[in-house]
């Protein structure tokens, strides 16, 4: 017996219905991306190992898909040089030998080594999206895939924070189409550098904010419990004391932090970078409230994610109503060419969560309701005589359109209706010999039983029956 | 200095104006198969090995990238034992060991995986079409990559000629929105056989298809010639002789082929296949008639394409006024999915070759103008007051589908208006503080230089000068 055939483990097949509703999810996103003058780019799966080594750590490094080299990959290759002196073998450098091209990992190195490579092409700012899968070799769990879709939307070559605000309108169109209510979270590298600086520790920016963020879970004390722990003197922990009890509306927020990062603080140090992160925050908020921003934006000052390349905003969108992860973020970088040897590109970018959208769609039950027929009407096989006669009327309306099948077998009827029954299709035509002579065609909506005769070249007519849109 | 960054050879960066032009194929596509009751799905990049070795040859095989398992790849790996005589590294078995997954060579192995794995939730006939990328370490040469996309449209689960009808009609479609003449060719594999068959040949349909396919290159003589190098007697390529003299109409060549088959040929052998593969022939030819499919069809005795699994009819589609290869074909198989231990099911479909296609109708200049220009209309940035001003005017027109940039810095105007020339944003704005005082906006027309003041908030208008449909 043959082995029913499986796929690797961590990855998935997409059936109609749900890539109907992925489809619907990746175009309502382009279709928002494109009213901001953002355009699609694609790049290959495989990149060259030496553009993907070394930019996601350690860790990532371990992560990459490796693709081994083609023809006879090991035949020039010295294996014994590849033991070390207990004789195992080092997988490491082997594979680097022999594989020379990975798969893509993210579409946030792939982007950068496009813009270095395309510098002469590109007109700046550039504003592109790319939407494609990419593949990790992670431990596969619950939502936790090893090939699944990134969604990114990035411009490149501008300092300006309008840049920041269209990208908050992007996530604010969107959801309003998905019909999913949002958080938008917002916070800056530079005030998170302020921070550090006025308690003194510049270098202990992540210790800082990670103790910020863990307020809510583990209370004030064990905070800075944990941050002497981590080496922070009394009056540092003073200052982050400040910080944590900051509260009011937005600007209020802002003008206190402006105040400590103005040397307002305990300990009376100034920081520039802060200062500059404030008047990022304050401009963005403005801009933020002159659109009309109709989801929640506010300043969480625990955002940190990416905190290794963001050098400005960082952006985080939460599902109000449904309890999963961030399903969007984001942010500010300076150098993410530089890598490549482009120096000087700042650029800002957000990354829609696909997987996690569509959760959230299928939780709060948004999904459109047609989107799970895909065929309008089906003509039921009755003999080859009424097929001829309908093949044209099929063509008509399709042309205009409409989703038709006819059933390619004249089977008995039963079969024909659980064929349209299992996969939804909402109008029946049954039209036999009676209606051929009359040059007619039936149709019957099988939702509210209503059925019709249709003259068979009136095909306005059965289009507005369909509740189709008859052009003029 | 750093190394300016590449990508593997043979693999492609799509930028904005090619992706728009792919996208445009795509989309027109799709939107034919949608009208055919055709919906789509996906499956991973990664197959396990298994489900491809063995599947297209041995030549195939060595084609296939392969991916190297994740972790500590050859730590359990006796390296040793993969050392033949010679001390030489057998690459095939080591890799075979090493390498657990390869990445998707065509869609049609995935499909029939997909159909065998998923059959118990799919509803038959299973009309379904697949839009991926494939791999093949083919030698990277002019119109040859190693990765490409395939665009797939099968049924599988029904005999009937109405699926090839189907396949005609939507080629046919396709190519009529695409605005390009093509040619389609019919052939039948059981017609071939039954020309083995009254040759008195049976086992030697390649060599037979293969000398029909000659006759216009090397002439009837020369045909005759290598028949006999391949073992033919006298009395076979008599009967070849009388096949490659057919002539007519579509149905006087059936007509004709149906007397040879039924014993009126020079051997007088009889052949049941090829008078079954006739009334096929004859079935869809009528029923392409009745259809009124717009492009040419003609039978073409040579066309052999996958003649290893198709059992039935064959495809192939000519672009008429752009010398390049096929741009599409297909045909029936009856056991695609036997290899998965799932026998019995007939299905048939085509491959759109979307490289190609994008060939012939950048040689023809046949893209629709528009698809170079992302961008309606930019709001020149004359400040951040005046940006402010006009935020809600491009959410305005944004919501209402419009593709609105505002420039993201109040740069030089020149530098602006290089912007908009380098994109070929057709529509201007340079709103300055006279217009914002008197509550106004001002748009120009950038191709024709017409120029015109709309009130800010009458978008109607500004709608209607972009030539944008306004919605009642």
């Not at 939460?318 to 399903?327: M, P, R, T, Y």
């Not at 029946?428 to 002579?437: A, F, H």
């Amino acid at each position: 017996m043959v082995q029913k055939p499986s796929i690797p483990k961590g990855t998935r097949d997409f059936g109609q219905r749900e890539m109907a509703g992925r489809n619907y999810i990746f175009d309502t996103i382009k279709g928002v991306f494109k009213t901001f003058g953002y355009s699609q780019i694609d790049t290959p799966a495989m990149e060259n190992l030496s553009t993907l080594l070394g930019k996601y750590g350690e860790e990532g490094d371990k992560l990459l898909f490796r693709v081994l080299n083609s023809g006879d990959a090991f035949g020039k290759v010295d294996l014994e040089s590849f033991r070390d002196e207990e004789g195992k073998v080092n997988s490491v450098a082997l594979s680097k030998e022999v594989c020379e091209k990975g798969l893509r990992y993210d579409l946030t190195v792939p982007f950068a080594r496009f813009v270095v490579q395309h510098q002469n092409e590109i007109t700046f700012p550039f504003k592109r999206f790319q939407i494609q899968p990419v593949w990790r070799a992670d431990r596969p769990q619950k939502g936790r895939y090893r090939e699944f879709y990134q969604c990114d939307v990035d411009v490149i070559g501008s300092r300006s924070q309008l840049c920041e605000l269209e990208l908050v309108q992007i996530v604010d169109r969107v959801f309003s189409l998905l019909d999913v209510n949002v958080l938008v979270k917002i916070n800056n590298r530079k005030v998170l550098t302020g921070f550090a600086e006025i308690c003194g520790f510049p270098d202990k920016v992540v210790d800082i904010t990670v103790a910020i963020d863990k307020l809510d879970k583990i209370g004030l004390e064990a905070v800075e419990e944990e941050m002497r722990g981590k080496g922070l003197t009394d009056s540092a922990i003073e200052v982050i004391e400040q910080i944590l009890k900051l509260s009011g509306t937005t600007s209020e927020k802002i003008a206190s932090m402006r105040s400590l990062m103005g040397g307002g603080s305990a300990s009376g140090l100034v920081s520039e970078t802060g200062l500059k992160g404030l008047d990022e925050l304050e401009e963005l908020f403005g801009l933020v409230e002159a659109a009309g921003v109709s989801s929640p934006v506010e300043i969480d000052l625990s955002l940190a994610r990416g905190l290794n390349y963001y050098t400005g905003a960082i952006f985080e969108v939460k599902a109000l109503d449904f309890a999963i992860g961030s399903i969007c973020g984001g942010g500010r970088y300076d150098n993410l060419t530089g890598i490549f040897g482009l120096p000087g590109m700042s650029g800002v970018g957000i990354s829609f969560g696909a997987d996690r959208i569509y959760d959230v769609l299928m939780g709060l039950d948004k999904f459109p309701k047609d989107l799970k027929s895909f065929t309008t009407l089906l003509f039921a096989n009755m003999g080859p005589a009424e097929t001829r006669y309908l093949i044209p009327v099929a063509k008509e309306l399709r042309d205009r359109g409409v989703a038709v099948e006819i059933y390619p077998d004249s089977s008995k009827l039963k079969k024909q209706f659980d064929y349209a029954d299992r996969k939804s299709i909402p109008f029946l035509s049954i039209t036999g010999e009676n209606e051929m002579v009359a040059g007619q065609v039936n149709v019957k909506n099988l939702v509210s039983g209503e059925q019709k005769l249709f003259k068979k070249d009136d095909i306005e007519a059965i289009m507005a029956f369909l509740g189709q849109p008859v052009e003029k």
